[in-house]
């Protein structure tokens, strides 16, 4: 991923193009800077989902200077939203930026998705179930597949997904509510801590058990 990110500021650059950067998900989730600062690659323009406003609803997009006076008032590009500047939201968005800033807040982040993902891969071998997952900081992604790692769109279209729907409403009878869809990110939040975790796995261990291949 790095080389493909670096390699798109390059290409951008060659033929004077904009480089724009998604961080609607990997926004405050993987770095406090994103994406772009956990691979120090830098883009033209930054949109954000409503993690900037602690999970209310707001976005914001952002970049480099020549590119944002083109916006009004001072250039002739109308730009508004209705939550703009919303106090709720934007009184919830200091707040997290709060809890974020706190020294190894990412480190711990990480480190308890780990956990999460290590403990999965290792109860579903136990149980012979085909399992691998991709992850960085708080996100993660899992896959009934035997390839590791998954880097190409054909390895992740390989995934047994009736295994994962088995997965699924297993963990779900057991209070354990995770993306519905196979393709989705997960992700482990500040809320979440270790006795978060290892009641997952156990719920983990006995669906495993119980699905069939």
Do not use: W
């Amino acid at each position: 991923l790095p080389n493909f990110l670096s390699g798109l500021r390059e290409i951008c650059d060659q033929y004077r193009s904009i480089l724009i950067f998604d961080e609607v998900i990997t926004g405050f989730r993987v770095a406090l800077g994103g994406a772009q600062a956990l691979y120090q690659v830098m883009p033209d323009l930054t949109t954000l989902g409503k993690i900037i406003g602690g999970g209310m609803p707001v976005g914001a997009f952002g970049g480099k200077r020549a590119i944002m006076e083109h916006l009004a008032p001072l250039g002739p590009v109308y730009q508004a939203g209705t939550l703009s500047g919303n106090p709720v939201a934007m009184a919830a968005g200091l707040e997290t930026l709060k809890q974020i800033e706190k020294p190894n807040f990412y480190a711990s982040l990480e480190h308890l998705t780990r956990q999460l993902c290590e403990g999965l891969l290792e109860r579903a071998k136990a149980a012979n179930i085909p399992f691998t997952y991709n992850q960085v900081g708080s996100m993660f992604g899992l896959f009934f597949n035997d390839a590791s790692p998954i880097i190409h769109y054909e390895q992740v279209m390989n995934s047994n997904t009736q295994l994962f729907n088995q997965f699924f409403h297993g963990m779900l009878e057991q209070g354990i509510y995770l993306a519905p869809s196979a393709f989705e990110s997960g992700f482990v939040s500040a809320a979440h801590q270790i006795e978060e975790i290892q009641v997952t796995l156990q719920a983990a261990e006995k669906t495993f058990k119980k699905m069939k291949q």
